[in-house]
């Protein structure tokens, strides 16, 4: 089987050299922020989204944008670059302007990470507003669209007037994708597709919407050369979990979590193991897929 195309990189730094955007980082305590980590221990130049606005509503509160940057810069290879820039996903024109300054400021991006989220000012159905339905949608759906579609546009693929558009074509596969496939795509859901989540309707729909369309949206992009997979991280305690700063009930949740396999929350490192190992040459087989990384808390 033939290497892919990056596969001479050292073993112990698959990902050296190559560039990636992590959205939805701007705290120490948040998945995005591991994930970022753990990407820059892996020889990658990374350059990271935030909007701390976000995080100055809810209970946890925002974190000193300083203190994550030089988290992430103290985690990079010898030689590998960082950048970062704020934005508001809910703007429609916020997905390119991240993409392009990602790409002026590292070279080309072969790795996104969508993990931003609006989250707050949800409710019951019977809550619902066009206005609280709107901004999870633009932030939380959309944007992620916007900024796949954005990224996938570095990559040459069919040419435009062979571009797939009509109803149930699927695109032509232009070559074998172990030498081809040299982009990477994850995006973040939630786990509404596991049970219920109670008040939080606008949330979970716009979650609900991105695990939906993966398979589409995979298929299309692997014309391009580009794998993209789901990541339901579970329960991760980022803040919203912590007995002085939750945003729910706590006590049904500590009974329950106490019975889980592993007895406790997942931590952002958790999930970001996973997220680390798919945007690796060694998950080139592994697409469209919407995979859950929770401890075995549905169990």
Known sequence: MPPSAASAAPLDLPLLGRGMIVTGVSRRRGIGFAVAVRLAE????????????????????????????????????????????????????????????????IGPVRILVSNHAKSGGDGSLLDM?????????????????LLTRHFAEQFSGAAAGERTTAPG???????????????????????????????????ATSMAALAGITATVASELLDRGILLN????????????????????????????????????????????????????EARWIVGQVLTTDGGFRL
């Open 42 to 105: 892996l020889g990658a130049n990374v350059i990271i989204h935030h909007y701390s606005p976000n995080d100055a509503e809810q209970p946890w509160g925002a974190d000193d944008l300083d203190e994550v940057r030089t988290g992430i810069r103290s985690a990079l290879v010898d030689g590998a670059r960082f950048g970062d820039l704020g934005a508001d996903m809910a703007d429609p024109l916020a997905p390119a302007r991240v993409v392009d300054a990602a790409v002026a400021a």
């Open 230 to 281: 789901t990541v339901n991280p579970g329960p991760v305690n980022t803040g919203y979990l912590d007995l002085d700063t939750p945003d729910r009930p706590l006590d049904d949740l500590l009974a329950h979590i106490a019975t889980t396999p592993f007895g406790r929350f997942g931590q952002p490192i958790d999930p970001a193991r996973l997220i680390s190992w798919l945007v690796t040459d």
């Open 129 to 145: 507003t066009p206005d609280s339905l709107d901004i999870h949608w633009q932030v939380n759906t959309r944007s992620t669209l």
């Open 169 to 203: 074509v699927r695109p032509a596969s232009l070559r074998p994708l172990d030498e081809f496939a040299t982009g990477r795509v994850i995006w973040t859901t939630s786990g509404q597709h596991d049970g219920p989540m109670p008040g939080e309707v606008a949330y």
